[in-house]
């Protein structure tokens, strides 16, 4: 009982702060060529030269059914600052050949919604394999570019070079947090019925066994 009452307070709390999360993304600033760290889901808007030579592939995409990958290429922008542009959904099918996108060449303009970096689920292997990656990070970059300059990445949905968008933000409703709560808070009052309606019954049993005969 005492567990199903800390679980539904715990799926309480996880909706609150999916309902801050969740006003924080949409009042997020629209940004262009920042030189601060965007916030989470903020409209930002790049401009400078995508460095091609060093685009990498996330493995394992789906969109509308179709098998593909996720373009990566870093931008420097004007400022000087590199960034990780996630620019879309390339369709690949079932083939294991090596995946090769467009690049325009030149001063380019995107804009997308910026994702901080997340923790990624486990990993099996190596995350890298030729140029496909089977987990976002920063990481394979990093030897060749040098660091990042803000720890996220940006998904763009439009502007050059900008393919197929198919990222959203994963973010559970607070009403279905609300619905574990009071799911668990009925099976800790299932629970108290239980133990109420057994120590009634232990109670009489007891009381039985011990009268006079």
Known sequence: MALGVYLGLWQWERAVDKRIAIASRESAAALVE????????????????YLADN???????????RIG??????????HGQLWLIQRGFLETGPSRASPSATTPEGEVEITGEWQATQAGGPLFGDNIEGVRLQQ???TPWEPLLGAFD???WLHATEG???????????????SRHL???FQWWGLAFAALLVMLIGGYRLRRDTQNNTAPK
């Open 136 to 138: 976002l990070s920063h």
């Open 179 to 181: 619905g574990y709560a």
């Open 160 to 174: 050059d070079g900008v393919l197929t968008p198919w990222w959203e933000a994963n973010v559970m409703p607070p």
């Open 34 to 49: 920042p030189v601060v760290p965007p916030e989470p889901g903020a409209q930002v808007t790049l401009r400078g030269e």
């Open 150 to 152: 803000y720890p996220g």
């Open 69 to 78: 990958v996720a373009v990566l290429t870093p931008l420097r922008d004007n």
């Open 55 to 65: 685009t990498l592939y996330l493995d394992n995409r789906i969109l509308a059914g």
